[in-house]
């Protein structure tokens, strides 16, 4: 493979510097904030600090309501992940074959990509609201089956619908754009072959897919970890009882809401290692799997 | 071309410098929303139109927290107001960073005579230093009352709101007899639940006399009557008389109240006006938080926030913010904000003044001096003087967080409090920490 190279260095390093900066400006700056944060004891209104050393980390990681929020945020991650990325596979597959009205479909299933998710939260609110939403017909059925503000396990339901809804949209671009890069002379010849739909979508489309599939599941799962405080501040507020207080959002009432800048620091430390981590796990294991044609 | 560009903008800069020198501007951030954060706009309004000196620029920041919180940013970056409206739970915060300026200080500097011995003593102790100085001026004030429905009431033959939490089991007994479904809107608020009912009944929150006296304070409440009281809301509840009404679970105690559903919620008398507002369908009253029996009743403390002089703007800035104070602590002032508002007034000459005006006898203003009776029902002693604990946002969350998982058959109400406290003392724990060395002023 051929390859353009710059002849001299410094033009490399001044089209790189815009970048650069506002990397640094925005992300390596704060981090490093962060982590002298996360070993000091800040007072919000500024005035000094005392370092502490490994404590911050320490009373975090024996608390077990932490425990409990990073247990809620890898099922959030996991559940929201598969079934964004299953459902927007599903769509791309019928956008695909061009059933009647794919067009309209097209545009009608990015849109709610460009949903702000505090919006998302809401609507998603009123849907599942016990008492006045589309779900309180449940209720009618049988009284108090349905009730997200006060079991646990409905209230991260909810969310992980939100979540995943949000994210259909996206997923499915990239999907529809993977399927139709697919020559049509390999699905045809298939078909002359007399492969049916459903088997050339497991023989054929799916394993050309895996590339895509494995940078959508890189992205939603970083982002369920990272992107998802909008819908829980609108949808649940993290409760009831912690039920649905994921790592982003424990970091934010932490920190803004009850004034621990420290803790949140060191909780956004351990985020931050935790993501990486897992990128990492994806790309050196996962991606063996991968087949880049 | 050039010259005539630099001509035009030394022209903008003279007039700005003109304008500028015209009036002396000051920023001030508030959290009040809604029609409540009209009223305060209007303050300014008024101020800048009473004198020509000064402006008032104020901007409203969409709730406490997001002021508290928008203010520590902008002050780490030298951007903060003069004047911010900061919530209780901030106080101790505030107080112990020292970025203030101390209103008596203020506007003893600035040669303004404000008579503070004039404030109510259960307004006064909550914005006091342990000296007595104001640190922060009194502004918008409230205390909890309870709303009952009169024609309920009637209906199950309560002649007389009950002042006893005996009387209320009573009352709701009679009421779901009556064919009442829901009795008593409830929704967990530490504020009433917590903190004012201890004062009422002149028991402990917090040691150190509910942490005035120093940093080291353990939190008490799992060991006082408040615990016996919250299993008693959780009896409510369970007999059938008491339903939880929260915004999440799709009505708030508030609309459940104005729309008929329930009899009674508790709430802050500031609520008074929007309950006015709202017009509900039938005739409503307010009754004093009710205390058990065999307790002697005593005051409960003013919530609500305050105003602070923040740190490091120029004495121009302070005279103006000065001016604006003291055009707030004027009687007419305070009518304005009582009237069109449904909180308090915090002097005693303000509510001397609408009394002898016979204010509180009329509607839609009629009976909303109960909450001043109640914030004056006994002079405040060391432990109805108010809380000043650090974390105190995160301890309140705490205790929510707890009783509501209580109030959802995950662990006995005991258990659940227990808890609170344990992890509420983790959180005044790390704050002593951080303010190592510090006592409040």
Same mark, same amino acid.
């Given at each position: 493979?051929?390859?353009?190279?710059?002849?001299?260095?410094?033009?490399?390093?001044?089209?790189?510097?815009?970048?650069?900066?506002?990397?640094?400006?925005?992300?390596?700056?704060?981090?490093?904030?962060?982590?002298?944060?996360?070993?000091?004891?800040?007072?919000?209104?500024?005035?000094?600090?005392?370092?502490?050393?490994?404590?911050?980390?320490?009373?975090?990681?024996?608390?077990?309501?932490?425990?409990?929020?990073?247990?809620?945020?890898?099922?959030?991650?996991?559940?929201?992940?598969?079934?964004?990325?299953?459902?927007?596979?599903?769509?791309?597959?019928?956008?695909?074959?061009?059933?009647?009205?794919?067009?309209?479909?097209?545009?009608?299933?990015?849109?709610?990509?460009?949903?702000?998710?505090?919006?998302?939260?809401?609507?998603?609110?009123?849907?599942?609201?016990?008492?006045?939403?589309?779900?309180?017909?449940?209720?009618?059925?049988?009284?108090?089956?349905?009730?997200?503000?006060?079991?646990?396990?409905?209230?991260?339901?909810?969310?992980?619908?939100?979540?995943?809804?949000?994210?259909?949209?996206?997923?499915?671009?990239?999907?529809?754009?993977?399927?139709?890069?697919?020559?049509?002379?390999?699905?045809?010849?298939?078909?002359?072959?007399?492969?049916?739909?459903?088997?050339?979508?497991?023989?054929?489309?799916?394993?050309?897919?895996?590339?895509?599939?494995?940078?959508?599941?890189?992205?939603?799962?970083?982002?369920?970890?990272?992107?998802?405080?909008?819908?829980?501040?609108?949808?649940?507020?993290?409760?009831?009882?912690?039920?649905?207080?994921?790592?982003?959002?424990?970091?934010?009432?932490?920190?803004?809401?009850?004034?621990?800048?420290?803790?949140?620091?060191?909780?956004?430390?351990?985020?931050?290692?935790?993501?990486?981590?897992?990128?990492?796990?994806?790309?050196?294991?996962?991606?063996?799997?991968?087949?880049?044609? | 071309?050039?010259?005539?560009?630099?001509?035009?903008?030394?022209?903008?800069?003279?007039?700005?410098?003109?304008?500028? =020198?015209?009036? &002396?501007?000051?920023?001030?951030?508030?959290?009040?929303?809604?029609?409540?954060?009209?009223?305060?706009?209007?303050?300014?309004?008024?101020?800048?139109?009473?004198?020509?000196?000064?402006?008032?620029?104020?901007?409203?920041?969409?709730?406490?927290?997001?002021?508290?919180?928008?203010?520590?940013? =902008?002050?780490?970056?030298?951007?903060?107001?003069?004047?911010?409206?900061?919530?209780?739970?901030?106080?101790?915060?505030?107080?112990?960073?020292?970025?203030?300026?101390?209103?008596?200080?203020?506007?003893?500097?600035?040669?303004?005579?404000?008579?503070?011995?004039?404030?109510?003593?259960?307004?006064?102790?909550?914005?006091?230093?342990?000296?007595?100085?104001?640190?922060?001026?009194?502004?918008?004030?409230?205390?909890?009352?309870?709303?009952?429905?009169?024609?309920?009431?009637?209906?199950?033959?309560?002649?007389?709101?009950?002042?006893?939490?005996?009387?209320?089991?009573?009352?709701?007994?009679?009421?779901?007899?009556?064919?009442?479904?829901?009795?008593?809107?409830?929704?967990?608020?530490?504020?009433?639940?917590?903190?004012?009912?201890?004062?009422?009944?002149?028991?402990?929150?917090?040691?150190?006399?509910?942490?005035?006296?120093?940093?080291?304070?353990?939190?008490?409440?799992?060991? &006082?009557?408040?615990?016996?009281?919250?299993?008693?809301?959780?009896?409510?509840? =369970?007999?059938?008389?008491?339903?939880?009404?929260?915004?999440?679970?799709?009505?708030?105690?508030?609309?459940?109240?104005?729309?008929?559903?329930?009899?009674?919620?508790?709430?802050?008398?500031?609520?008074?006006? &929007?309950?006015?507002?709202?017009?509900?369908?039938?005739?409503?009253?307010?009754?004093?938080?009710?205390?058990?029996?065999?307790?002697?009743?005593?005051?409960?403390?003013?919530?609500?926030?305050?105003?602070?002089?923040?740190?490091?703007?120029?004495?121009?800035?302070?005279?103006?913010?000065?001016?604006?104070?003291?055009?707030?602590?004027?009687?007419?002032?305070?009518?304005?904000?009582?009237?069109?508002?449904?909180?308090?007034?915090?002097?005693?000459?303000?509510?001397?003044?609408?009394?002898?005006?016979?204010?509180?006898?009329?509607?839609?203003?009629?009976?909303?001096?109960?909450?001043?009776?109640?914030?004056?029902?006994?002079?405040?002693?060391?432990?109805?003087?108010?809380?000043?604990?650090?974390?105190?946002?995160?301890?309140?969350?705490?205790?929510?967080?707890?009783?509501?998982?209580?109030?959802?058959?995950?662990?006995?109400?005991?258990? =659940?409090?227990?808890?609170?406290?344990?992890?509420?003392?983790?959180?005044?724990?790390?704050?002593?920490?951080?303010?190592?060395?510090?006592?409040?002023?």
């Amino acid at each position: 493979m051929r390859r353009a190279y710059f002849k001299t260095s410094w033009i490399a390093a001044l089209l790189l510097a815009p970048q650069l900066l506002i990397i640094f400006v925005f992300f390596y700056w704060p981090s490093a904030q962060a982590v002298y944060w996360a070993f000091t004891l800040e007072q919000p209104w500024g005035g000094g600090n005392t370092w502490v050393g490994f404590d911050n980390f320490r009373n975090i990681l024996a608390d077990p309501y932490y425990w409990s929020s990073v247990r809620v945020s890898v099922i959030y991650a996991i559940a929201a992940t598969a079934l964004a990325m299953g459902m927007s596979l599903i769509l791309a597959m019928f956008v695909d074959r061009q059933l009647a009205g794919y067009k309209a479909y097209r545009v009608a299933l990015i849109w709610p990509y460009a949903i702000a998710a505090p919006a998302v939260g809401l609507a998603f609110r009123f849907i599942f609201n016990p008492n006045a939403g589309i779900f309180s017909y449940v209720n009618t059925v049988i009284p108090g089956l349905w009730d997200p503000t006060q079991i646990g396990w409905q209230a991260l339901v909810t969310i992980i619908l939100a979540g995943a809804w949000k994210h259909v949209a996206y997923s499915f671009i990239f999907f529809l754009a993977a399927l139709q890069s697919i020559p049509r002379s390999l699905t045809e010849a298939a078909a002359m072959d007399g492969a049916r739909p459903l088997r050339r979508m497991i023989d054929l489309q799916l394993p050309l897919l895996t590339p895509t599939v494995f940078f959508l599941f890189v992205i939603n799962i970083t982002d369920s970890f990272t992107d998802s405080f909008g819908i829980v501040d609108t949808l649940t507020g993290g409760g009831p009882f912690h039920a649905t207080d994921l790592m982003v959002y424990k970091i934010y009432s932490d920190g803004f809401r009850g004034f621990d800048y420290s803790g949140a620091a060191a909780q956004s430390i351990i985020l931050m290692v935790l993501v990486m981590a897992l990128t990492f796990v994806q790309f050196r294991y996962v991606e063996r799997r991968v087949h880049y044609t | 071309m050039k010259t005539k560009f630099a001509t035009a903008a030394l022209a903008v800069l003279a007039t700005a410098g003109a304008a500028s =020198a015209e009036k &002396t501007k000051f920023e001030y951030w508030y959290g009040l929303t809604g029609d409540l954060g009209k009223v305060v706009l209007e303050t300014c309004n008024r101020f800048n139109a009473s004198q020509d000196q000064y402006e008032a620029v104020c901007v409203g920041q969409d709730g406490y927290e997001k002021a508290v919180q928008n203010t520590i940013a =902008a002050f780490r970056a030298k951007q903060h107001p003069t004047l911010l409206q900061s919530f209780d739970a901030g106080t101790a915060d505030l107080m112990l960073s020292g970025q203030f300026y101390p209103v008596h200080q203020m506007m003893k500097d600035f040669d303004i005579t404000i008579d503070w011995a004039n404030y109510f003593p259960g307004i006064a102790n909550y914005y006091s230093s342990s000296k007595g100085d104001f640190v922060s001026m009194p502004f918008n004030s409230s205390t909890p009352v309870y709303y009952f429905n009169k024609e309920q009431f009637e209906k199950a033959g309560i002649t007389e709101a009950p002042l006893t939490w005996e009387g209320m089991e009573a009352a709701f007994k009679a009421l779901k007899a009556s064919g009442q479904e829901c009795a008593y809107a409830y929704a967990p608020d530490s504020w009433i639940d917590l903190e004012q009912f201890s004062m009422a009944h002149n028991v402990p929150v917090a040691s150190n006399n509910n942490g005035y006296d120093g940093l080291d304070s353990e939190l008490l409440f799992n060991t &006082t009557a408040h615990v016996k009281h919250m299993e008693d809301v959780q009896r409510y509840i =369970a007999d059938g008389y008491a339903q939880v009404r929260t915004p999440q679970s799709g009505k708030s105690a508030r609309d459940s109240f104005v729309e008929g559903e329930c009899s009674v919620f508790f709430s802050s008398i500031a609520d008074h006006n &929007t309950v006015h507002k709202l017009k509900p369908a039938f005739a409503w009253d307010v009754q004093m938080i009710p205390v058990y029996e065999g307790t002697e009743r005593h005051n409960t403390v003013v919530g609500g926030a305050s105003l602070w002089v923040l740190a490091g703007k120029s004495d121009d800035e302070y005279k103006a913010a000065a001016a604006y104070l003291a055009f707030l602590a004027t009687p007419e002032s305070e009518e304005f904000w009582v009237s069109n508002t449904g909180y308090i007034p915090v002097t005693k000459a303000g509510y001397q003044a609408l009394l002898d005006k016979g204010f509180y006898n009329a509607e839609p203003y009629k009976n909303r001096d109960l909450a001043l009776k109640s914030l004056t029902f006994t002079e405040p002693g060391p432990l109805t003087r108010g809380i000043r604990l650090g974390s105190f946002i995160q301890i309140r969350a705490e205790w929510k967080a707890e009783v509501e998982a209580a109030l959802a058959g995950q662990k006995t109400m005991k258990e =659940a409090l227990d808890t609170a406290v344990a992890r509420g003392n983790d959180h005044l724990k790390r704050f002593a920490q951080t303010y190592q060395g510090k006592s409040f002023p």
